[in-house]
């Protein structure tokens, strides 16, 4: 639709005109995403096949496809703490037919790293927080303590003592008990693994006595008796179980475990608002609401303005730990 505004002008009352050129204007920023998506989407995820961000990604993406009538295609770009996948993101066309999956590797990764591929806020339209993955302290079934009072309190009287497994540097799980140690005052050792399997083999073999960890990696272990739950990182207590939280015995502790939606920046707005919008009715599928409680995920589903506030807030706070704590990427 073209207006001749000076023919317009001399036809129609002011307020008409404007109204007319308001709408021109709404439906030329509407546009993007009226037929979005039109052809194939491809969704990048940062680690290998298999994992929980992999396993809710591909439901994701089956959701999606029904949806929007157009296939998903999951393509994985693992390595590297989930920076080869971020900057395959980062530098891909901002036509919404490249998102990526993030965890909370994203908000480490800008104080990790001295340097990195993309800027992480100048490069990135965050799409929407999808859920946060609790987390668990776990041990071994004969470790001397029950509960996380009692499990400082032997490290406060052994500090040489006890050690804790992670899926690796610079993980949530690492900055998390890092975190704690920091805010209760006391020590335990970190180790890190090459993923979370090998720290689950360590210490089912007696060579560890603790792991930090998603709750879905280590509940097989917890459900068969190989490993007990001390307690969870989260604000809120697991659907199902009744674990204790470390914040009953930290006040105002809280780590979870974040997994969101990205695109290049530059994405029209349309277009975000419309996967964020179509993700959030994934997500309120009974069958992701069940799947959502078996993973021990908080389904959030959060505005694009909601999470990039959100991710802001995590890279300063991880940033402090970080350096307080002076680690570095392997």
Partial sequence: MHINTQHATRLLPHWVLAWVLAL??????????????????????????????????????????????????????AGAGTVIGVDYVAKSSPDGYTIGMINSAFAVNPSLYKTLPYDSV???????????????????PNAPFDTLSEMIAYAKKNP???????PGTGSTTHLGTEL?????GFQIAHIPYKGSAQAHGELLGGRLEVVVDPFLSVMPYVKAGKMKVIATLGDKKLKGYNYPLVQEVVPGFNVNALLGFIAPKGTPMPVVQKIQSDIAKVMAM???????????????????????AFLLAEMKKWSKVVSESKITAD
């Fill in 160 to 166: 040489d003592k006890l050690s804790y497994g992670t």
């Fill in 122 to 140: 100048k490069d990135i339209e965050p799409i929407t927080l999808v859920a946060n993955l609790q987390l668990a302290i776990v041990a071994q």
């Fill in 286 to 308: 009974p069958d992701l609401q069940k799947r959502s409680e078996e993973f021990a995920m908080d389904i959030v589903a959060s505005k694009p303005e909601e999470f990039n």
């Fill in 24 to 77: 021109h204007t709404l439906g030329s920023f509407a546009a993007p995403a009226l037929d979005y998506p039109h052809s194939p989407v491809k969704m990048i995820v940062p680690f290998p096949p298999g994992g929980p961000t992999d396993t809710l990604g591909r439901l994701i993406g089956m959701k999606l496809q029904e949806i929007w009538g157009q296939p998903v295609i999951i393509d994985y770009k």
């Fill in 180 to 184: 704690l140690k920091k805010t209760a």
